[in-house]
């Protein structure tokens, strides 16, 4: 036992006396000489600007005197001239920056800094994994061993920024918070001397004492240890032990407080790490323990997570912190991933699915019609429309069709709803994004309802186009009212609806004939406004119902197939037929 003690001390006084004293005295070193080149700086500055080169009139008028007075003046009048001297001998160039750490201050003090440490750290377990290994101390010891070795190395921290030297202090503070965290985790994984939630309550007290002494010291690295301990506490103690609402409710917190500390000290990065790991921590969680029954509770944290993000990135909207650029660029995707997050636990539950299409909508148009941001709507119309399209081809059976023509039509109003509040507001031009919106809204209410409807109630989609050409017809003399020139949108919307319920009841191909009557309702709206970008895109529409058209031309025929008086027969005749009447 003696000889394990002495062992002990011996390895104490080579892997954290002995590193801790050099590199105390190689920062103390580093420091004085700092001091020294800024005390040399400002002589230099002083004698400059205090000591101006003297007049050659004053040399002039100085008497002829006795030798003892002249060896006399000449006594004293030396230093005089040397510090004049000096003032002219000084270069004419700024004084350098003492400040300003150079390459070779880097690596010899903050870089050594951190590998110094580190190698503590690491000298430190290897020498307990051999201890381990040889059977010299029971586990409780091992254990109460790291946390002596932790508080030995923050007692040292605190000396070193008492003392001045705050960059290598609060990096030793570090590595003691990185092996209170080694320790509490083999107390509690390794040996089994800590239940789940003495050790959850022992990693979160590091964690706050972490972040206190960031907050105290004014550290942004030992901020960020805390932010990451804090993240990775739930996978310390196990993400297997407790439920859901457990680590959900602590991730919460834990953004809260991370928001507030960020705030206090304008540290905008402790926002974009805590984005990332809470990007990272849920879908660990969601490939390991997620329940489908708990889509509800989650959705409601992922919900949380989201508008707290949203939060931080308005209140960074107009700071000036040169990182607050970039993280503003990462918050910016939280509603992408919040949306995605959303569509995978709640697309298996039809309807909390078709519920929050329509609650997402309506947050998200009425954010973007009071910020008048016109393109936010075009993608959020994508953004609905495509899982919508989606889960209409899941073929859902009978009982699913009228909340599926609920929500198509909710999603719709709400953004015919907003165009037309819109146009009242802004009585300008319209822009490009609603020029877009307004047919996608519209023919693609049809088309989706269709996909709803085609498979069980196909004789009905003839009067759905009708009963929408008649509803976009009223909204173009509402619309009319307002803006004659808005009023050609909706008017085109309508005609093409009215052609396609033409088109179903004589049970044609509906599809070519959409596309071309929009086409050239987009061809008209861009010679009527001069919008040559219009024209184009209604010339691509229009060549893509061509292709339709062949495309349907040309399907394979049925064997009780008509060979000559057929519709595709007849149409030829009839083309060859104008072509005829057009030459004559």
């Known amino acids: ?269 402790l926002n974009l790490t805590s984005f990332l790991l809470t990007g990272l921590t849920v879908p660990i969680w969601n490939v390991r323990l997620y329940l489908p029954d708990a889509y509800l509770t989650t959705e409601l944290f992922f919900t949380i997570y989201a508008a707290l993000f949203l939060w931080v990135l308005h209140r960074m909207r107009r700071s000036s912190h040169p990182q607050a650029r970039w993280v503003r660029l990462a918050l910016w995707t939280t509603p992408a991933w919040y949306h995605l997050a959303s569509l995978s636990v709640l697309t298996p539950h039809r309807l909390a699915f078709l519920v929050y299409l329509i609650i997402g909508t309506g947050v998200g148009v009425v954010l973007s019609v009071r910020r008048e941001s016109m393109w936010t709507r075009l993608l959020l119309w994508v953004a609905v429309a495509v899982p919508l399209f989606d889960w209409a081809g899941s073929r859902p059976d009978q009982s699913w069709l009228v909340p599926a023509a609920v929500t198509w039509l909710a999603v719709a109003g709400i953004h015919v709803a907003a165009q037309v509040e819109l146009i009242r507001r802004v009585r300008a031009r319209i822009q490009a994004a609603d020029v877009l919106l307004i047919p996608a809204v519209g023919l693609g209410l049809f088309v989706g309802l269709d996909a709803v409807l085609a498979p069980s109630r196909y004789a009905l989609t003839g009067f759905v186009a009708a009963a929408l050409a008649a509803a976009y017809a009223a909204v173009t003399v509402a619309v009319r009212r307002l803006d004659p020139r808005a009023a050609r949108h909706t008017l085109s919307v309508a005609v093409t609806l009215a052609v396609v319920a033409g088109a179903v009841f004589l049970d044609g191909a509906w599809t070519p004939i959409l596309l071309a009557t929009q086409a050239a309702g987009l061809v008209w709206i861009g010679l009527r406004e001069d919008r040559a ?52």
């Open 1 to 269: 036992m003696l000889g394990f003690l002495i062992a002990i001390i011996l390895a104490l006084l080579l892997t954290v006396v002995l590193p801790l004293v050099a590199l105390g005295r190689a920062a103390a070193a580093r420091d004085a000489m700092a001091r020294l080149e800024r005390r040399i700086a400002a002589l230099e500055d002083q004698l400059r600007h205090d000591h101006p080169a003297p007049r050659p009139s004053d040399e002039t008028s100085i008497p002829a005197a006795s030798d003892d007075l002249g060896a006399s003046k000449h006594l004293t009048a030396a230093p005089t001239t040397v510090a004049t001297s000096m003032a002219q001998g000084a270069p004419s160039s700024p004084p350098r920056e003492s400040t300003a750490i150079r390459l070779e201050a880097r690596i010899g003090t903050r870089w050594m800094l951190y590998v110094g440490v580190a190698a503590l750290v690491i000298g430190v377990g290897l020498f307990i994994r051999y201890a381990f290994a040889s059977q010299w101390v029971t586990p409780p010891l091992r254990v109460a061993f790291g946390g002596l070795a932790g508080a030995l190395v923050f007692v040292a921290g605190r000396r070193a920024v008492t003392a001045g030297h705050a960059r290598f202090g609060t990096t030793l503070i570090g590595g003691a918070i990185a092996i209170w965290y080694l320790a509490v985790y083999a107390a509690l994984n390794l040996y089994g001397l800590l239940n789940a939630v003495m050790g959850f309550g022992l990693l979160v007290s590091i964690t706050g004492l972490a972040a206190a002494q960031a907050d105290r010291l004014r550290s942004q690295p030992l901020a960020t240890v805390a932010v990451v301990g804090g993240f990775g506490t739930p996978f310390l103690v196990g993400v297997n032990t407790g439920s859901h609402l457990s680590l959900f409710c602590y991730t919460t917190l834990l953004l809260g407080a991370i928001v507030y500390l960020a705030h206090r000290r304008d540290w905008p990065s």
């Open 533 to 584: 970008w219009l024209r184009s895109v209604g010339a691509l529409l229009l060549a893509i119902a061509i292709t339709r058209l062949l495309a349907v031309q040309f399907d394979p025929v049925p064997a009780a197939y008509t060979v000559i008086l057929n519709r595709r027969a007849l149409l030829g005749f009839f083309v060859w037929c104008r072509l005829q009447r057009r030459e004559v």
